[in-house]
Structure formats: structure tokens, C-alpha cells
């Protein structure tokens, strides 16, 4: 490995540094198939450090299927896939690849935050609570440690004056919002958003979209699946059109969404903007 350097976001925590000029996420012909159908049919991608890539495409194309594999939610049935330099869900020793064990995989997908369309909150749990469990269990940080940084965390998303509510007592919005600042807790060298604001009544969707556009210019490195096209203008540093499993387009947002190329990325904007 060349040079090493530090790791890319102001809330990545220790572990593996990427080279300089590695991609912090990449794929490289990834086929995922369910019984006879091809969900992923050969994706190629290269997500560079503190960079924003949107990843578009209709219902079906397997956003969600792409996402899941990058974090290891399911494996792939062919394809490299890395992130922060290392194998998802495998690694190497004496020149052979490995499945991870579960506390393995355990461990690098805390290092991949995801953010799903539902928020997937712990309801029993207060918001403070729901951000304090991955770091005590999983990072091995103490009650006061995993506290004051899950303060810190939920006021960074606005939410300094809900820190005891459950989520019932939240609104869509806010309970997105703890639900990112709980990922933001392991942190993450990259996060993964699949449609985060899709399940939300219209008027809440600009305050969870602020908060990834504040994380976004702090410099994290950021994948989201999303029909938010504003958001994609102003935040994606590279749009990816997926269709029928296969990434048909991609480019920065200027060319991609304003003259896309493809007849197929024209019919899908069309439809969403
Ligand atoms: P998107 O997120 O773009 O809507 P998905 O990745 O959810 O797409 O789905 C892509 C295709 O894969 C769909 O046809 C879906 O029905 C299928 N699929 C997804 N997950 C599974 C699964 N666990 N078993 C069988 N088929 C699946
Ligand atoms: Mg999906």
C-alpha cells in the first residue's frame, strides 16, 4: 500500500486508512440473484472519500439490494466489493478468503452506517438510548462516554430537546433524524441512506435532507438511494442511474440529470421530477 492518510470524515473513527486515491467504496462486477431472477447483474462503482453519490433508479432496480450488499445485510454471488479498503464480509489469511464470523461482521458494519426508509427505531428505547446501544455493545464505550457523545450527536441533528422521547412521541422527521445520529454513534468511514425520506409526510422531508447536506459538506462519504432530485442537484458530487440491475449512467449532476444520455434515465426523471 502507498502513503496512508488520515481517515476522510471528521467522524470517522480509528481503524483501516484507505490510500491515497483508493475509492472508500468500490464494486466491481457484483451479481446478486434471488431463485431464477437477477436483482444485480454486473454493478461497477467507485464512491472516492468525503464524496456523494446519488444512486437513482425506478422500483425494483435493486437500490436496495446494492445498498444491503455493500453492508453486508446480504452477500453477493459474484463481484468484489470493498469498502475502506477492505472485503465486505470476508477477509484474507495465508492467501485465502474467509467469511467473516459474525463479531467480525459485527465489526465492519459499524464502520458502514445505514439509514433505512423506515426508521427502525428500538420503540422501548428513548432517543438518547437508542444512540448509546450500538457504542456500548459493539465500540465498548462507557454509560458516561456513549452519553456524551450521543448528546452531542442528537443536537447536531436538532433534536438537543428530545433526548428522552420515544420514538411514538416523535414526529417521521425526528425520529429519521435520531435514527442517523444513532448510526453517526459507531462512527462510520461511510454512510448508506436507501430512500430516507420516502416514508415521510411531505413537510418533513427538508429537515432529515438538511441534515444530510450538513453531512455531506462536513465531508462525509455518502451512498443514497433517493427520488429527491433537488437534493441530488445540489448535494451528489456523481449520479448513477441503476436499471434492471445495471448501472446504465452515471456522471455528475450536471450532465446526468440535467442532459442525461440514456432514453431510459429521461422516462424515469421525467416521472419524478
Ligand atoms: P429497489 O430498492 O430499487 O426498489 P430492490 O433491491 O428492493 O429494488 O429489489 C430489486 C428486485 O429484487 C425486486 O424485483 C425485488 O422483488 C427482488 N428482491 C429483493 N429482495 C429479495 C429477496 N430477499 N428475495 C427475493 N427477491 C428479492
Ligand atoms: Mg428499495
Same mark, same amino acid.
Given at each position: ?66 445498498? /444491503? ?12 466489493? !470493498?469498502?475502506?479498503?477492505? &472485503? *465486505? =464480509? %470476508? +477477509? ?44 456500548? /455493545? ?12 450521543? !448528546?452531542?450527536?442528537?443536537? &447536531? *441533528? =436538532? %433534536? +438537543? ?113
Amino acid at each position: 500500500r502507498a502513503k496512508a492518510q488520515p481517515a476522510a470524515s471528521p467522524e470517522a473513527g480509528a481503524g483501516p486508512v484507505h490510500a491515497d486515491g483508493e475509492p472508500m467504496v468500490r464494486t466491481e462486477q457484483v451479481w446478486k440473484w434471488f431463485g431464477s431472477t437477477d436483482v444485480l447483474r454486473g454493478v461497477d462503482l467507485a464512491v472516492h472519500p468525503r464524496q456523494t453519490l446519488v444512486l437513482l433508479g425506478p422500483s425494483g432496480s435493486g437500490k436496495s439490494t446494492l445498498l /444491503r450488499c455493500i453492508n453486508a445485510l446480504e452477500r453477493p454471488d459474484s463481484g468484489l466489493l !470493498e469498502v475502506d479498503g477492505q &472485503r *465486505v =464480509g %470476508l +477477509r484474507s489469511g495465508g492467501g485465502r478468503l474467509y467469511q467473516l464470523t459474525e463479531g467480525e461482521l459485527c465489526r465492519q458494519r459499524a464502520r458502514i452506517g445505514m439509514v433505512f426508509q423506515r426508521f427502525n427505531l428500538f420503540p422501548h428505547m428513548t432517543a438518547l438510548e437508542n444512540v448509546t446501544l450500538g457504542p456500548r /455493545r459493539v465500540l465498548g464505550l462507557s454509560r458516561e462516554q456513549a452519553e456524551a457523545e450521543a !448528546e452531542r450527536l442528537l443536537t &447536531r *441533528v =436538532g %433534536l +438537543r430537546d428530545k433526548l428522552d422521547s420515544y420514538p411514538a412521541q416523535l414526529s417521521g422527521g425526528q425520529q429519521q433524524r435520531v435514527a442517523i445520529a444513532r448510526a453517526l454513534a459507531m462512527k462510520p468511514h461511510v454512510m448508506l441512506f436507501d430512500e430516507p425520506t420516502s416514508a415521510l409526510d411531505p413537510e418533513l422531508v427538508g429537515e432529515v435532507l438538511d441534515v444530510m447536506k450538513d453531512l455531506a459538506r462536513q465531508g462525509m462519504t455518502m451512498i443514497v438511494a433517493t427520488h429527491e432530485i433537488g437534493f441530488a442537484k445540489e448535494v451528489a458530487d456523481t449520479v448513477a442511474m441503476l436499471d434492471g440491475g445495471v448501472i446504465i449512467e452515471s456522471g455528475p449532476p450536471g450532465e446526468c440529470l440535467v442532459a442525461p444520455k440514456e432514453e431510459r434515465t429521461r422516462a424515469f426523471l421525467s416521472k419524478v421530477l
